[in-house]
């Protein structure tokens, strides 16, 4: 699938989603609106009628005007200046809100006008559909208001609207699957692009020296009795060359796979960084003068020891060194400083070369990641290299990070811990 058609589907996947949410919330808000309006409506039929049975009680008159009024969303008070005896206030406070199907926590207080203090407050609450009970003061004094509060009434709107709630945990669920195979279906092409590139670089790197073999077979073959020894001998060593070339790309593929199932073996024994940086300094020296380059190697290592594999160690510095090598854009400027920082070894690997961008730079660890350059790939290999670097040095208990600015070149800093002899 396309790159462009993946786009297309997810943003009309996102612009779908993002619809379906907004007319979810929308929905809910409505719903919310009708609730809380249907709660404040049968909330003020509920006091007002404890307000006419206070008053048939005391054989008072109900007044005219309303003595409701909501001081917020969930608080209310009623104006009224008989005596207030909390237990039958409470008590016609329940049975108004049970006949309204209002079923939830609330508090009452008592004030006195006169005093300007709260004489009472109690919450009653229900437990398995028993109401708390609750010792009352007696109370002589009259010029009385008092004020409900329901602390859980956004709670038990929203319970009441709990198809919507569940109806909305669905929706999200469903968007979460879809989310997910967005994610699987751009990992799968992102894989199949992978997947796509190794074979093509993997067949590029073996059609070279197999043609190669094969046209000096055809050569050997084909000579006579008046060929010298020298031109077959000749032909004979680049077969060979290239033959170990093959075996040299099959090598990595191998050990790549080992590295991924946890089997390669590693002989760890404990070395001196010194004699381990000195046979890597030969090597490396004639590399980059055979590129026309400069080499710079500084120790300062004290004599320091790691426990490492000596084979698998000289691998990882030869890749960093073959990548400065490849990805130089002229004569290649490469140095590598090695210091004991007590406890650990830091190996700072540099150059001057094209550099990696820095989208680029989280990526170049990965497997089979190798940084994008357009439609033109000049730089031979299979992108194993730095992920196999990778595995090495963290088998090794260390860390490897990378740095670096295009155009201007590329550190690495590689981190061992330190063995101290006892």
């Given at each position: 699938m396309r790159t462009r058609s993946i786009r297309l589907i997810t943003s009309l996947?996102?612009?779908?989603?993002?619809?379906?949410?907004?007319?979810?919330?929308?929905?809910?808000?409505?719903?919310?609106?009708?609730?809380?309006?249907?709660?404040?409506?049968?909330?003020?039929?509920?006091?007002?009628?404890?307000?006419?049975?206070?008053?048939?009680?005391?054989?008072?008159?109900?007044?005219?005007?309303?003595?409701?009024?909501?001081?917020?969303?969930?608080?209310?008070?009623?104006?009224?200046?008989?005596?207030?005896?909390?237990?039958?206030?409470?008590?016609?406070?329940?049975?108004?809100?049970?006949?309204?199907?209002?079923?939830?926590?609330?508090?009452?207080?008592?004030?006195?006008?006169?005093?300007?203090?709260?004489?009472?407050?109690?919450?009653?609450?229900?437990?398995?559909?028993?109401?708390?009970k609750a010792s009352f003061p007696s109370l002589k004094e009259d010029q009385y208001y008092f004020g409900v509060l329901f602390p859980s009434r956004q709670g038990y709107l929203l319970g009441r609207m709990d198809f919507l709630v569940y109806s909305s945990g669905g929706l999200l669920l469903v968007i979460g699957f879809f989310a997910y195979a967005m994610v699987v279906m751009t990992r799968q092409k992102r894989l199949s692009e992978i997947q796509r590139d190794f074979i093509n670089n993997m067949t590029h790197e073996f059609k070279t020296p197999l043609s190669t073999i094969k046209l000096s077979a055809e050569v050997i073959r084909s000579a006579n009795e008046k060929d010298s020894k020298e031109r077959l001998h000749k032909y004979a060593s680049l077969i060979e060359k290239e033959a170990d070339r093959l075996q040299s790309h099959v090598e990595e593929v191998l050990q790549i796979a080992l590295v991924e199932k946890n089997k390669l073996q590693l002989h760890m024994q404990l070395q001196s960084v010194a004699d381990l940086l000195e046979e890597f300094d030969q090597t490396a020296r004639e590399k980059v003068l055979a590129a026309g380059g400069k080499w710079q190697l500084e120790c300062h290592c004290n004599g320091s020891k790691i426990k490492t594999d000596t084979l698998h160690f000289q691998n990882v510095l030869g890749n960093l060194l073959d990548n400065s090598i490849k990805y130089s854009e002229g004569a290649p400027v490469i140095s590598l400083d090695v210091t004991d920082t007590g406890h650990e070894v830091l190996l700072t690997f540099k150059d001057e070369g094209r550099g990696i961008p820095a989208q680029s730079l989280k990526h170049v660890f990965k497997k089979f990641y190798r940084v994008p350059s357009g439609d033109v790939q000049d730089v031979s290999g299979f992108g194993l290299g730095l992920f196999y670097v990778k595995q090495i040095v963290k088998a090794h208990n260390g860390d490897i990070t990378v740095s670096s600015t295009p155009g201007r070149g590329t550190t690495f800093r590689i981190k061992i811990p330190v063995v101290h002899e006892k």
């Open positions: 996947g996102a612009l779908s989603v993002a619809g379906v949410l907004l007319i979810q919330f929308l929905w809910i808000r409505q719903a919310y609106i009708a609730e809380s309006r249907t709660f404040d409506h049968n909330l003020h039929l509920a006091l007002r009628n404890v307000v006419e049975s206070l008053c048939q009680t005391d054989g008072l008159d109900v007044p005219a005007y309303n003595p409701i009024e909501q001081i917020s969303a969930n608080y209310y008070i009623v104006r009224t200046s008989q005596v207030l005896q909390p237990q039958t206030l409470e008590y016609f406070l329940t049975a108004e809100l049970n006949k309204r199907n209002i079923f939830t926590d609330f508090e009452y207080g008592i004030y006195d006008c006169q005093s300007q203090l709260m004489v009472y407050g109690n919450q009653v609450s229900e437990n398995k559909g028993k109401l708390v």
